[in-house]
T-cell receptor, first 116, second 110 residues
Framework: NAGVMQNPRHLVRRRGQEARLRCSPM?????VYWYRQLPEEGLKFMVY????????ESGMPKERFSAEFPKEGPSILRIQQVVRGDSAAYFC??????????????FGPGTRLTVT | LAKTTQPISMDSYEGQEVNITCSHN???????ITWYQQFPSQGPRFIIQ???TKVTNEVASLFIPADRKSSTLSLPRVSLSDTAVYYC???????????FGQGTTLQVKP
């Protein structure tokens, strides 16, 4: 059973460009979470999605950031008009939500975004 | 969500038992205690979760006193590969949102 897949692993964008980060959850998992880890900081929750629904986006910046988890295909975290402060590691996690507790989330290897 | 406090860093030697304590004075009745491990340049990995008393798995043990205001993650006989950041998380099981604190950086020396 493959783990959570994220691509690309490394992404370099110039200021003003768009960044698209992809996440394929573990097989059978219908819940996806995105977290951001700024340099020398802890992980911060961004958004929680189920198929075709955003459940909690309380950690998402109000502008330029969006996320989706379509019925088919991976979850996408999109950052428009990137700025240097967006440089960070972005982690995706998934869970099956069938055990009654979703504190056990499975994380991908992350995408390291560098904005030049 | 309950705030957690844990040491910023700890040092140990190979073969020793390591105990990392986390304080969570405001833990709520429906909160679970969960520990994650993160190696450099990797995503966090779930280690163990508990509600009260003691939980043990193949990786670690988790001790939770009766008042649940603290918890201790115990790693038996650590090796160099256990060098990582360990996060204590406290919260209800049904929000879908993990709140990470600063974590404890464990350095295992030969």
């Amino acid at each position: 059973n493959a783990g959570v897949m994220q691509n690309p692993r490394h992404l370099v964008r110039r200021r003003g460009q768009e960044a698209r980060l992809r996440c394929s959850p573990m097989k059978g998992h219908s819940h996806v979470y995105w977290y951001r880890q700024l340099p020398e900081e802890g992980l911060k929750f961004m958004v929680y999605l189920q198929k075709e629904n955003i459940i909690d986006e309380s950690g998402m910046p109000k502008e330029r950031f969006s996320a989706e988890f379509p019925k088919e295909g991976p979850s996408i975290l999109r950052i428009q008009q990137v700025v240097r402060g967006d440089s960070a590691a972005y982690f995706c996690a998934s869970s099956p939500r069938d055990s009654g507790t979703d504190y056990e989330q499975y994380f991908g290897p992350g995408t390291r975004l560098t904005v030049t | 969500l309950a705030k957690t406090t844990q040491p910023i860093s700890m040092d140990s030697y190979e073969g020793q038992e390591v105990n990392i304590t986390c304080s969570h004075n405001n833990i709520a009745t429906n909160d679970y205690i969960t520990w994650y491990q993160q190696f450099p340049s990797q995503g966090p990995r779930f280690i163990i979760q508990g509600y009260k008393t003691k939980v043990t798995n193949e990786v670690a043990s988790l001790f939770i006193p009766a008042d649940r205001k603290s918890s201790t993650l115990s790693l038996p006989r650590v090796s160099l590969s256990d060098t990582a950041v360990y996060y204590c998380l406290v919260g209800p099981s049904n929000t879908g949102k993990l709140i990470f604190g600063q974590g404890t950086t464990l350095q295992v020396k030969p």
